[in-house]
Every structure is written in structure tokens, then in C-alpha cells.
């Protein structure tokens, strides 16, 4: 599958269409209280890096969120239309967002996810994140997995 990824603003309309999507599926496994979902407004922040994936068509099929903090940031938003999956997406819109960290001087990621999402869960694990508990404003939750890796420089 060809595709390209760039930094994107969250708010067109079909990147609206792919976030409720995924706001739907986390929905379908999570009461609202354990799901962490960015707003459109938060995703625009000057801190937020957006990255979206569009096939060779030019159509949106994945997306990612990297939300900078002091020192550290967030995975957020990470979402592959279901007809896409399987074909290496998740892996690439996550090194782009490593990549967008490392440019920013940030040596750590973080990311909260759920303990269905078993695919997520296999991605991290496999890219060298680790189980930690929770992380900034975040509460324990048994429907909750905190994850977090440190990145190699390549400067």
C-alpha cells in the first residue's frame, strides 16, 4: 500500500469523520469516564503535532497525535480506518510522531490506551514502550494501560 504522511489540521471536515470514528470504537469498549480523547480544539493547539496518513488517492486512513509537555509527550488520537489495517500504518504514523518528538528535544514518550485494544497494546509493546502506572492528570483505571518509551537521540 502507498501512502504518505504529513502534519495536518485536525479540523477538516474528513479527519473530523476519522477521530468520531474512532471516538465510536473506543465508545464501544469504554464507559465515557475511560476514554481520553483530545478535542478538535486541543488538537490545534500549538503544542499538538497531527499527523494523517492518505493513501495514494489522497484519501485520509490513519491519524496521530503527539501532545508536547515539559520534558515529555503524549501519544494521542492514533486511529487506522478499518479497511487499512494490517498494511504497516500504525507503525508508520508512529515513527513520524517519534520523529516529530525528537525534533522538539523531547527523549520521552507517553501514551494511555485500553485494555481491550489488544492491536494498539502489541504495537507499543513491540516498538519498546514499557508499562508504567499513570501519568499526569491521568487516575488509576482497571480499564487503563500507561505506557511509556525512551527515545534514542540520533543528533
Keep these: 500500500m ?10 477538516k471536515p474528513e479527519i473530523v469523520a476519522l477521530l468520531e470514528d474512532g471516538e465510536r470504537y473506543g465508545a464501544s469498549l469504554y464507559p465515557a469516564e475511560s476514554n481520553h480523547f483530545l478535542s478538535i480544539d486541543e488538537l490545534r493547539a500549538d503544542n499538538v503535532r497531527f499527523a494523517v496518513a492518505r493513501d495514494a ?6 491519524t496521530g497525535a503527539l501532545a508536547l509537555n515539559d520534558g515529555w509527550a503524549e501519544l ?4 487506522v480506518v478499518p479497511a487499512a489495517r494490517g498494511k504497516g500504518l500504525s507503525r508508520a504514523v ?14 520521552l514518550l507517553r501514551l494511555e490506551t485500553g485494555i481491550a485494544n489488544h492491536e494498539a497494546l502489541g504495537l507499543y509493546e513491540r516498538s519498546g514502550f514499557v508499562r508504567i502506572g ?10 487503563s494501560v500507561f505506557m511509556e ?4 537521540s540520533f543528533s
Design 57 to 62: 488517492d489522497g484519501v485520509a486512513i490513519a
Design 94 to 107: 508512529l515513527a513520524e510522531l517519534e520523529s516529530s518528538a525528537r525534533a522538539a528535544g523531547i527523549t
Design 76 to 79: 494521542k488520537r492514533m486511529w
Design 134 to 143: 499513570p501519568f499526569g492528570e491521568y487516575r488509576p483505571d482497571p480499564l
Design 2 to 11: 502507498t501512502f504518505a504522511i504529513t502534519l495536518e489540521d485536525p479540523a
Design 149 to 152: 518509551k525512551r527515545l534514542v
